[in-house]
């Protein structure tokens, strides 16, 4: 249960939480006679889905949203949302999202911070080629090639939205950056000086073994926030508190 994708298990929580809420509505009925509003019954259905949410530990943006997904529907529908606004938001959604139910890698930006601890582990003074493997909207590379007039850089993106952002915006502010959209599965590692990977736990294991196989004795593998398994890292840069925030980095 617990390795189902978390939209699945959202899915799970959110059908279970709906029918948990029927249920008291029922038991409820019976001895008390208390027929509950619609917007109440969505309350309860919310506050299941939160508690099943934490139970099932899901990460902490979670149950926050499952709590107000059912009661916002039925705001939208009470405000008269007209029906293309949801087909309008789904598409927005799966153009940003676009594979995330397929490599569980969402869209979610480094920061500032992040980008300067990359550029403490880049080499000065010799070239080198770098890539943001899963580039979002391209701040990593966009940021260093700034500092490394020396270096190369690329990022690869299979999501639509965030890759189309990254190419206008290095069209018009003429960047250097090279984006490409592409699954990153499918490139030789081999290519490059530096690879650069923010994307998730469920990711690390594969990327990792092409990391091996492919990245040339001497070049930087460099991840942040997310471990491999097999091998303690050679650098741990220290962002903030936590392990969320830290970077890793491995000499091939
Ligand atoms: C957590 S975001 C990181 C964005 C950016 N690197 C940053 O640091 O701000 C991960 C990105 O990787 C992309 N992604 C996930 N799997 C990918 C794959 N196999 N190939 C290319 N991009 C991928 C997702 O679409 C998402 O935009």
């Not at 582990?121 to 590379?141: E, K, N, Y």
């Not at 939205?161 to 984006?179: D, E, G, N, Q």
Request: with cysteine; net charge positive; glycine share 6%.
């Amino acid at each position: 249960m617990a390795r189902l994708p978390v939209s699945l298990q959202s899915l799970t929580i959110q059908c279970v939480a709906l029918l948990l809420a029927a249920l008291l509505n029922r038991l409820l009925q019976s001895p008390f006679s208390y027929q509950p509003a619609l917007w109440q019954l969505a309350l309860v259905q919310g506050a299941i889905a939160a508690g099943l949410s934490h139970l099932w530990r899901q990460p902490a943006w979670w149950p926050p949203l499952h709590f107000i997904f059912l009661p916002a529907i039925l705001l939208a529908r009470q405000a008269g949302v007209p029906a293309w606004i949801y087909l309008a938001a789904f598409l927005l959604l799966v153009l940003f999202y676009w594979s995330s139910f397929r490599t569980r890698v969402p869209l979610y930006l480094s920061d500032r911070k992040a980008w300067q601890a990359v550029a403490s582990l880049l080499p000065t003074g010799q070239a080198f080629r770098f890539i943001d493997l899963g580039s979002g909207l391209g701040g990593v590379p966009f940021y260093l090639a700034q500092r490394f007039p020396q270096g190369l850089f690329y990022g690869t993106e299979t999501a639509p939205a965030p890759w189309l952002i990254s190419r206008l915006h290095a069209k018009f502010k003429r960047s250097r950056v090279t984006f490409m959209r592409r699954d990153y599965a499918t490139l030789d590692l081999a290519d490059f000086d530096v690879v650069f990977a923010f994307l998730s736990p469920a990711a690390m294991p594969a990327l990792w073994l092409q990391a091996q196989a492919q990245m040339r004795s001497g070049s930087l593998f460099i991840s942040l926030s997310f471990l491999v398994e097999g091998r303690l890292p050679d650098r741990e840069v220290s962002l903030a508190d936590g392990a969320r925030h830290t970077l890793y980095a491995w000499r091939m």
